[in-house]
């Protein structure tokens, strides 16, 4: 078997093995997303416990859960026996990962978790293990087999987990009304903080880069206005100053293969009206999202009295690192 066969094979093991628990889902996780909304409401936290490779997955779901709003922490079991139990409290929630339900290292700090006021979440493949006796919930993640070829290799077996526990924490957030906002305050660093905490008018074109012109400018002013700006496009305003429309380099294009007067045409007339803005205090992802939705090369900054107060041309993008 060559290793793109090789490849595919596992690809096609884990997927397999995905489906499968995704068709098991049932009142069990709706009932495991209760009991944590519970607990974070009443200030606790979530405990995530596993050894080896299911260990290896918990921490990354605890950065998942911390992340989106759901503060989390690692508990290692051999540590735990050692000192590290004083991070549990009355109130949190234990979720624990072990494919066999019968981890040495965690099925001996069970007793003394459940000497706390806790409530206890399995992810586990053994429903009648030790593990899964003493859960509250028990979220089955059994799988046909690993992708290891002897079947022995945690690979099948983690991704299920892994996949389990995204869909807990992204269940939760939903749950617990976590916003975009909430979101960019516990990413303060890199695309994701720049994209989450930067607006609209901070990256916005302004000023004298910002061509606008009044309803009855013709074509020919209209692009004086927009060279001046160095602007693929002229806002069109009405008498109050407020968006009425959009004339854009390509509209011009367009009209000239079918009116030889277009330079001399009023905007009113051949300006697109109602176009697509945003307001200035808007997040810089939601003008992302817009130009990612809509083909449209300049996004129109409105403010609270839709005057025209700027623009965000998608070439300026790259350069601020939002894409």
Known sequence: MTPVARARQVFAIEIAAIRTVQRRLDQQFNTAVRLIVEALGQRGKLVIVGIGKSGNIGRKLAATFSSTGSPAVVLDPVDALHGDLGLVADGDLVLALSYS?????????????????????????????????????????????EACPFNLAPTASTTAALVMGD????????????KERDFAQRHPSGA??????????????RGERNAVAPLNLTVKEALLVMTRAKSGSVVVVDARGRLAGVFTDGDLRRHMADDPEILTR?????MT?????????????EALKIFNARNI???????????????VDIQDLPKLKLL
Not at 273 to 285: M, S
Request: aromatic letters at 2%.
């Open 101 to 145: 339900g019968e981890s040495e290292e965690l099925v001996s700090l069970l007793p003394a978790l459940k000497r706390f006021a806790v409530k206890f979440i399995a992810l586990t493949g053994g429903l009648r293990s030790t593990l899964a006796r003493h859960s509250d919930v028990v979220l089955d993640v059994r799988v046909p087999r």
């Open 297 to 311: 090369d300049d996004l129109i900054v409105l403010n609270a009295r839709r005057e025209p107060v700027g623009l």
């Open 273 to 285: 009206a109602k176009p697509i803005h945003i307001r200035e205090d808007a997040l810089a992802v």
């Open 266 to 270: 009023p905007l009113r007339t051949v």
């Open 192 to 205: 994701i903080g720049r994209a989450l905490l930067v607006t609209v008018g901070d990256i916005m074109r």
């Open 167 to 178: 869909a807990l924490a992204l269940a939760v957030m939903q749950a617990r009304g976590f």
